[in-house]
């Protein structure tokens, strides 16, 4: 999302500085874009068509040509469609995003409902809450940095995480004057601006935040005209509630109940209120989506949804792209026949877009409806998941394995067919910068090699299977840049001419009365969820239910709890740990833990120690580090040979989202 100056020395990049000229852009720049030529110009970028000579796993290849490359991929995909069915074809997207909807068309086109993505296990959960809550058109909802009076940034360090846009709109709401509350177990440089910091016992959101619904309510700070006239279901939640008492809230969390009656009052009494949450820290657990939608209905109890400075606020006229990632939905066709089906139930409602591929091993290992015979990728990382081992064991197996990626990373070590993909520089773009400017980024250098956008190789793959892409179709990724302008009244060519230039047509302002015209069944904000309560399963209660992880797990083998989900300024999940300049600004991975809890295990600084789980362990480096809060440990997530992932149990899941 940065805007980036590059300077160019016989066609290569050799410095990057941020842009300060263009909208929106304030000169800034975080290390992992000043690295950005250590990435494009890393050793293990794919550079040309490759087959694997060796055995899987081995990284064995040799140079192919893109012809025989893309027959090979499409031939596999022909021959499995007649002999079982397409459905036999799984299509799996990782971190690419700008092609959803066209992936979404092909897949649809091919006839296989099994495609899916990252998001089973990044995204998706807190939409889920989010859309339970408050309507199905409803995704991850941006803070209202600029209107806001008191602001709650619940499981975020946007200082680290998101610093140029997310920590610069954070800083903006700070010097405006705006109160800042911070729900983090860590301490970290966005809670020394806060001016109250609940530090929960990880996992301990949803009792929190149904702790200060108690306080709101029985202090009469809740909006009764709000909650009559736009909510469903209030008087169960108001009962269920009832039973969070500051005491036992305390218990459960490990938070002050003085903090978090507080907390409550000034989210309820020194409105607008809004929240900055991520899309994963609080979802990713057992009680994940119930988590998120007790935090989010904090909002609409109050009375923030939908207004100016609270959460989902009324927005300015806008220009709008085609098929833009977050606000474009293609569903699947004939979802009902994916692979693990029935699993999810609110899944499979909420978000019928794509399959939920968690259990990705076992579909691999035969143990779904039915075989995957063969897996077709974008941007795969089978680090990303838990258990990389169990996915390693069913890479092996599947009949047909292709990837393409711009990193040799250990996912394609795996694959019978590699596809190297061009990076953003190699690619030219179309983008909006604020509201209503539209800019076209041409190609920022030549690429490498044999590299192709993605687009270029849906298109290929498209054409020998026999269908075509777009509407009107793609014959060149030119023709789909012009698709993509089509909402703003623009062509490609003026807008090459100009470079920049305001769109003619533009989408009217977002008002309060347009946000509470809310898609759920109901047609008002849910405080029981009639989507969750219909599928009747074991916890999918309407209310926001807490669950608390303790009462399943061996607590007493295994007493303290593992944090896999802070960052580091410098690190972008497994990506950035190979880019010199970055990896070695600090040793990681390393096991964190509290003085107090080093004392107890007789840990010093710098020693090996074991960190075992019921499903494994793993020696690594511990270091003392008083902002971790007492009997938690963090490790940061990502790192090849140190990955943490194989330390979490695949099969330990939120059953609402399926979310590890």
């Given at each position: 999302?940065?805007?980036?100056?590059?300077?160019?020395?016989?066609?290569?990049?050799?410095?990057?500085?941020?842009?300060?000229?263009?909208?929106?852009?304030?000169?800034?720049?975080?290390?992992k874009g000043a690295a950005i030529k250590q990435?494009?110009?890393?050793?293990?970028?794919?550079?040309?068509?490759?087959?694997?000579?060796?055995?899987?796993?081995?990284?064995?290849?040799?140079?192919?040509?893109?012809?025989?490359?893309?027959?090979?991929?499409?031939?596999?995909?022909?021959?499995?469609?007649?002999?079982?069915?397409?459905?036999?074809?799984?299509?799996?997207v990782g971190h690419p995003k700008w092609f959803?909807?066209?992936?979404?068309?092909?897949?649809?086109?091919?006839?296989?409902?099994?495609?899916?993505?990252?998001?089973?296990?990044?995204?998706?959960?807190?939409?889920?809450?989010?859309?339970?809550?408050?309507?199905?058109?409803?995704?991850?909802?941006?803070?209202?940095?600029?209107?806001?009076?008191?602001?709650?940034?619940?499981?975020?360090?946007?200082?680290?995480?998101?610093?140029?846009?997310?920590?610069?709109?954070?800083?903006?709401?700070?010097?405006?004057?705006?109160?800042?509350?911070?729900?983090?177990?860590?301490?970290?440089?966005?809670?020394?601006?806060?001016?109250?910091?609940?530090?929960?016992?990880?996992?301990?959101?949803?009792?929190?935040?149904?702790?200060?619904?108690?306080?709101?309510?029985?202090?009469?700070?809740?909006?009764?005209?709000?909650?009559?006239?736009?909510?469903?279901?209030?008087?169960?939640?108001?009962?269920?509630?009832?039973?969070?008492?500051?005491?036992?809230?305390?218990?459960?969390?490990?938070?002050?109940?003085?903090?978090?009656?507080?907390?409550?009052?000034?989210?309820?009494?020194?409105?607008?209120?809004?929240?900055?949450?991520?899309?994963?820290?609080?979802?990713?657990?057992?009680?994940?989506?119930?988590?998120?939608?007790?935090?989010?209905?904090?909002?609409?109890?109050?009375?923030?949804?939908?207004?100016?400075?609270?959460?989902?606020?009324?927005?300015?006229?806008?220009?709008?792209?085609?098929?833009?990632?977050?606000?474009?939905?293609?569903?699947?066709?004939?979802?009902?026949?994916?692979?693990?089906?029935?699993?999810?139930?609110?899944?499979?409602?909420?978000?019928?877009?794509?399959?939920?591929?968690?259990?990705?091993?076992?579909?691999?290992?035969?143990?779904?409806?039915?075989?995957?015979?063969?897996?077709?990728?974008?941007?795969?990382?089978?680090?990303?998941?838990?258990?990389?081992?169990?996915?390693?064991?069913?890479?092996?197996?599947?009949?047909?394995?292709?990837?393409?990626?711009?990193?040799?990373?250990?996912?394609?070590?795996?694959?019978?067919?590699?596809?190297?993909?061009?990076?953003?520089?190699?690619?030219?773009?179309?983008?909006?910068?604020?509201?209503?400017?539209?800019?076209?980024?041409?190609?920022?250098?030549?690429?490498?090699?044999?590299?192709?956008?993605?687009?270029?190789?849906?298109?290929?793959?498209?054409?020998?299977?026999?269908?075509?892409?777009?509407?009107?179709?793609?014959?060149?990724?030119?023709?789909?840049?012009?698709?993509?302008?089509?909402?703003?009244?623009?062509?490609?060519?003026?807008?090459?001419?100009?470079?920049?230039?305001?769109?003619?047509?533009?989408?009217?302002?977002?008002?309060?009365?347009?946000?509470?015209?809310?898609?759920?069944?109901?047609?008002?904000?849910?405080?029981?969820?009639?989507?969750?309560?219909?599928?009747?399963?074991?916890?999918?209660?309407?209310?926001?239910?807490?669950?608390?992880?303790?009462?399943?797990?061996?607590?007493k083998e295994y007493p303290l709890i593992l944090?896999?989900?802070?960052?580091?300024?410098?690190?972008?999940?497994?990506?950035?740990?190979?880019?010199?300049?970055?990896?070695?600004?600090?040793?990681?991975?390393?096991?964190?833990?509290?003085?107090?809890?080093?004392?107890?295990?007789?840990?010093?600084?710098?020693?090996?120690?074991?960190?075992?789980?019921?499903?494994?362990?793993?020696?690594?480096?511990?270091?003392?580090?008083?902002?971790?809060?007492?009997?938690?440990?963090?490790?940061?997530?990502?790192?090849?040979?140190?990955?943490?992932?194989?330390?979490?149990?695949?099969?330990?899941?939120?059953?609402?989202?399926?979310?590890?």
């Amino acid at each position: 999302d940065c805007l980036l100056d590059f300077y160019i020395k016989d066609g290569k990049i050799i410095k990057t500085e941020g842009n300060c000229t263009l909208p929106g852009a304030n000169g800034r720049v975080c290390v992992k874009g000043a690295a950005i030529k250590q990435a494009l110009y890393n050793p293990d970028r794919i550079l040309y068509p490759m087959k694997r000579v060796g055995k899987r796993g081995e990284g064995k290849f040799e140079r192919i040509s893109w012809k025989e490359a893309l027959d090979t991929i499409a031939e596999k995909m022909q021959s499995v469609k007649e002999a079982y069915g397409p459905e036999q074809t799984m299509v799996y997207v990782g971190h690419p995003k700008w092609f959803r909807p066209q992936i979404t068309e092909f897949v649809n086109k091919y006839g296989t409902p099994n495609y899916g993505t990252e998001s089973s296990t990044c995204a998706y959960a807190l939409m889920m809450a989010n859309q339970c809550n408050f309507g199905q058109n409803i995704m991850l909802i941006p803070p209202d940095f600029g209107r806001c009076r008191t602001l709650v940034v619940w499981g975020v360090n946007p200082l680290y995480s998101n610093s140029v846009k997310g920590g610069a709109g954070f800083l903006h709401a700070v010097d405006r004057g705006a109160k800042v509350i911070v729900v983090d177990p860590k301490c970290t440089p966005t809670t020394e601006y806060a001016q109250l910091h609940l530090r929960p016992i990880p996992g301990t959101d949803g009792a929190l935040a149904l702790g200060m619904a108690r306080v709101i309510i029985t202090e009469n700070l809740h909006d009764c005209e709000y909650i009559e006239k736009y909510t469903y279901g209030y008087e169960e939640y108001r009962d269920y509630v009832m039973d969070f008492t500051p005491e036992k809230v305390e218990e459960i969390t490990g938070v002050p109940k003085s903090d978090m009656i507080r907390a409550a009052r000034m989210i309820a009494a020194e409105g607008p209120t809004s929240i900055m949450l991520s899309a994963s820290p609080v979802v990713h657990n057992i009680n994940g989506v119930q988590n998120g939608r007790a935090i989010g209905l904090l909002m609409a109890l109050t009375g923030n949804f939908g207004i100016p400075g609270g959460f989902a606020g009324p927005g300015p006229a806008r220009a709008m792209l085609k098929d833009s990632f977050m606000g474009t939905k293609k569903d699947r066709e004939h979802p009902e026949k994916g692979v693990n089906y029935g699993e999810f139930p609110a899944w499979d409602k909420l978000t019928s877009v794509e399959l939920q591929v968690e259990h990705i091993a076992d579909f691999l290992l035969g143990n779904g409806k039915y075989p995957i015979r063969n897996l077709i990728s974008f941007g795969m990382n089978h680090h990303m998941w838990p258990r990389p081992d169990r996915i390693e064991e069913g890479m092996k197996q599947v009949e047909f394995f292709s990837c393409a990626d711009l990193y040799m990373n250990d996912t394609c070590k795996y694959a019978d067919i590699l596809l190297p993909v061009a990076v953003t520089q190699e690619r030219e773009q179309v983008e909006l910068l604020g509201p209503q400017m539209v800019y076209y980024q041409p190609k920022v250098v030549e690429n490498q090699g044999e590299t192709k956008n993605d687009m270029e190789i849906l298109l290929e793959l498209a054409k020998r299977l026999g269908f075509t892409l777009g509407n009107p179709t793609y014959r060149t990724y030119e023709e789909y840049l012009e698709d993509r302008l089509s909402p703003t009244g623009l062509t490609l060519d003026e807008l090459k001419e100009h470079g920049m230039m305001p769109a003619k047509h533009i989408m009217p302002a977002r008002t309060t009365e347009d946000i509470m015209k809310v898609h759920t069944p109901t047609g008002k904000i849910e405080f029981v969820s009639t989507i969750l309560k219909a599928c009747k399963k074991e916890w999918h209660e309407g209310v926001p239910a807490y669950h608390d992880f303790r009462e399943t797990l061996p607590m007493k083998e295994y007493p303290l709890i593992l944090s896999t989900g802070s960052r580091k300024p410098q690190l972008f999940h497994s990506r950035t740990y190979r880019l010199p300049w970055l990896v070695n600004l600090e040793d990681c991975p390393i096991v964190e833990l509290h003085p107090e809890d080093a004392e107890n295990y007789s840990v010093k600084t710098g020693e090996m120690v074991t960190l075992e789980t019921p499903v494994g362990q793993m020696d690594m480096e511990a270091v003392m580090n008083s902002s971790c809060l007492q009997g938690a440990v963090n490790v940061y997530h990502g790192a090849g040979n140190y990955d943490i992932n194989f330390l979490i149990d695949d099969q330990y899941i939120d059953p609402i989202s399926g979310f590890p």
